[in-house]
């Protein structure tokens, strides 16, 4: 009898070490990174295909535009693997006159031009500013601007001129749904009307949109 117990007292100190031993490999196991891709809002009825230019900015942090108007930190936003039905988000601008009725939009952009055949989606966080020539030429020239961001230049393929395209509004991304990282500062525009000028314009703490 004394035998049988002395059997199962170390079976069960066995049971016991073997258990202390898997969870120790469970816990020191590195644990593979996810890597999380932020989708943009869909149910933002798609609109009618329009006729507008399309130009690119921002060619270096050393020019003025690494830093949206909204905000936004336009070399991370363009870094930080925003996506819409699968395919990268790239920042852009619009006309500032244009500004109220598309901050934070997805728009899909087509061009013969430059798309080769394959939307480009962008997501409007900055605006051409209406007091600039060259904002208000380029979008005169077709009547509406996108103005794309430097990070999606290698996707795109062409960075050079005021090509005719069209877009259509498919969708958003508002600003408490962007990932913390790409706000450049505490206050950012949570909203704008009209020409996104003056009283227009709702600045909020970040978060808090």
Excluded at 38 to 43: A, P, R, V
Excluded at 151 to 165: E, H, I, Q, R
Excluded at 171 to 183: A, E, R
Aim: proline share 3%; glycine share 10%.
């Amino acid at each position: 009898m004394s035998m049988i117990l002395l059997l199962l007292t170390i079976l069960a100190a066995l049971m016991v070490s073997w258990s202390s031993v898997v969870m120790f490999l469970i816990s020191n196991t590195p644990k593979k990174e996810k890597k999380i891709l932020l989708s943009g809002n869909d149910d933002v009825p798609s609109g009618d295909w329009k006729t507008t230019g399309i130009t690119f900015y921002g060619q270096s942090k050393a020019d003025d535009n690494g830093l949206g108007y909204t905000g936004v930190d336009l070399f991370k936003h363009g870094k930080a693997n925003l996506t819409f039905k699968g395919k990268p988000v790239f920042p852009a601008a619009v006309f500032q006159d244009d500004g109220g009725q598309y901050l934070y939009k997805i728009l899909e952009v087509r061009s013969d031009a430059f798309t080769k055949n394959k939307s480009v989606y962008v997501h409007v966080v900055d605006v051409c500013n209406s007091g600039q020539d060259v904002c208000k030429t380029n979008t005169k020239k077709h009547g509406f601007l996108v103005d794309l961001h430097a990070t999606g230049f290698a996707y795109v393929g062409n960075d050079d001129g005021v090509l005719k395209g069209s877009f259509r509004v498919v969708g958003d991304i508002q600003p408490n749904d962007l990932p913390k990282n790409v706000w450049h500062g505490e206050y950012i525009i949570c909203s704008c009307t009209g020409t996104c000028q003056g009283d227009n314009v709702t600045w909020k703490k970040r978060g808090s949109c």
